[in-house]
């Protein structure tokens, strides 16, 4: 049973991209539990302080327990679950958005502020009024795992948005830590969250953009279509842009190589150089699948050649252009003789095979700028700006060019062709459609009086080929490499 080939809409996940995102989900969601885990056995048993990295301790409870608990909620909302799954997944969502609340309760007064100190360890105090964004990251991220299977609805576009506002906050709180890293002017270690919490919202923030790319507006970046391949080129480029030309301006404002009045200038030359340079990449990689897709609606797919619509297209401006030009312009129509022959005796295998043949010959004997087009089961058209005579010595050229390649291939068939041709001869009234039809009627013409030729019993060179092995045939042509017939002789019984 032959395989089936699967066609993938431009929206749909590319299978490929699904499977490297399954697979970047489990890493990140384990590098969190593991992390996790680590803070609240540390929490338990501060000896294990001295043999384990700083970077991966000093999370407080609270950011730990949500951590776990989003982790859990993340894996449980994997596609493909059953029902109940996705439910007890739903109530590690909620526990997420309580335990990373607790914080915020310590200024409240009696058992509530209580809680939330402990929670704390040390109490937090509003910020303006405001959450703090780590906090609050962890609570919006417990409310997107709740909706994160919503399909195209309202709530699915709820979902997209409040996971845009986790990735946003977390890209705050990323930039906070990597400028007080680097001493950027107006930044502060002093308010950025440990480490450890950090990578694990952030990691967590992948898995929820991920798995929300199965549903909503984020499978741009993981669809089959031209537009998802550009997005996947872009996004990592768009992401360290930013973060590179600040890291830039901090390093030349310190080191001072450049008097700081320049260095705005200079960064904005350098960020418009690079718009420009990923303007031209992007558009040539634009025109190159734009070629490719014409290719697939213009090109017969077995030959190679133009197919009906290919040809009619650019035919029809080649021949425009030469009506205009004054130019010469003519259309040879060429027909296989032997096709449906070729099919019954041989096999439809080996008639794809003679017509890719057959497209071989032609593309060989006109030049490159001759539109050459399949327009039916074995039939060609060409068009170029030639005039009556070079048809006529073009079509000797290709009837000799068969009989060379008839005789010296070692193949099951002879290549035998038909030929009319037509030029164009008023150029005020002819049309592209006219010139083949007249085209079409020569050939026939010649086909007839080839057929009865063939009646009359005139002479012709046969070439000898087997058919599986039970009988033999020929396929005769006349002097000019015209017209096959095919004449069946049973093999002798072997003594």
């Not at 890493?27 to 048993?45: E, G, P, S, T």
Request: aromatic share 6%; hydrophobic share 50%; charged share 15%.
């Amino acid at each position: 049973m032959g395989s089936r080939i699967q066609i993938f809409s431009p929206d749909q996940t590319d299978p490929r991209q699904q499977h490297r995102l399954f697979l970047v989900d489990q890493i990140c969601l384990f590098i969190v539990v593991q992390i996790a885990l680590i803070n609240l056995i540390w929490r338990i048993f501060p000896s294990i302080d001295s043999a384990m990295p700083a970077t991966l301790l000093h999370m407080r409870v609270s950011t730990a327990g949500a951590t776990l608990c989003a982790a859990l909620a993340l894996f449980l909302a994997e596609a493909g679950r059953a029902t109940r799954i996705l439910r007890i997944s739903q109530a590690f969502a909620l526990l997420t958005v309580l335990v990373a609340a607790l914080p915020l309760l310590a200024p409240a007064p009696g058992a509530l502020g209580e809680i939330g100190r402990v929670a704390g360890s040390p109490p937090l105090s509003l910020w303006h009024g405001m959450p703090p964004m780590r906090e609050l990251a962890f609570m919006l991220l417990g409310v997107v795992i709740l909706l994160i299977r919503s399909g195209n609805s309202i709530v699915g576009y709820i979902a997209d948005g409040l996971t845009s506002a986790v990735c946003f906050l977390v890209l705050v709180l990323l930039s906070d830590l990597l400028f007080g890293l680097v001493h950027i002017p107006g930044s502060s270690m002093a308010s950025v969250p440990p480490i450890a919490s950090l990578v694990c919202v952030a990691l967590m923030a992948l898995v929820a953009v991920l798995q929300r790319a199965e549903h909503g507006i984020f499978s741009v970046f993981v669809g089959y279509g031209i537009g998802s391949r550009i997005a996947r080129i872009l996004i990592p480029i768009l992401l360290v842009l930013p973060f590179s030309r600040e890291l830039l301006r901090a390093r030349l404002m310190n080191l001072g190589l450049v008097p700081e009045h320049y260095v705005t200038p200079i960064l904005t030359s350098v960020a418009t150089i690079v718009a420009i340079t990923l303007l031209v990449v992007l558009s040539r990689l634009i025109n190159r699948m734009q070629s490719e897709i014409q290719d697939l609606t213009l090109r017969d797919e077995l030959t190679g050649l133009y197919s009906v619509r290919g040809f009619n297209l650019l035919a029809e401006q080649a021949f425009r252009h030469a009506r205009r030009a004054q130019s010469p312009f003519g259309v040879l129509f060429i027909d296989m003789d032997n096709l449906k022959l070729i099919n019954d005796e041989l096999g439809h295998s080996t008639g794809s095979v003679s017509l890719v043949e057959t497209a071989k010959l032609l593309t060989a004997n006109f030049r490159e700028t001759d539109v050459i087009g399949r327009v039916g089961g074995d039939e060609f058209v060409v068009a170029g700006e030639f005039n009556s005579d070079e048809m006529a010595a073009i079509v000797n050229r290709v009837r000799s060019a068969a009989a060379l390649k008839n005789h010296g291939a070692k193949k099951h068939f002879s290549i035998s062709l038909s030929v009319g041709f037509a030029a164009m001869e008023h150029p005020a009234t002819e049309t592209l459609k006219g010139l083949v039809a007249k085209a079409d009627m020569k050939m026939y013409k010649e086909k007839r009086k080839k057929k009865k030729m063939a009646q009359a019993g005139e002479p012709v060179q046969s070439e000898v080929f087997r058919i599986g092995g039970a009988q033999t045939a020929s396929i005769g042509t006349n002097h000019n490499g015209g017209a096959g017939v095919f004449r069946e002789v049973r093999k002798p019984a072997d003594h």
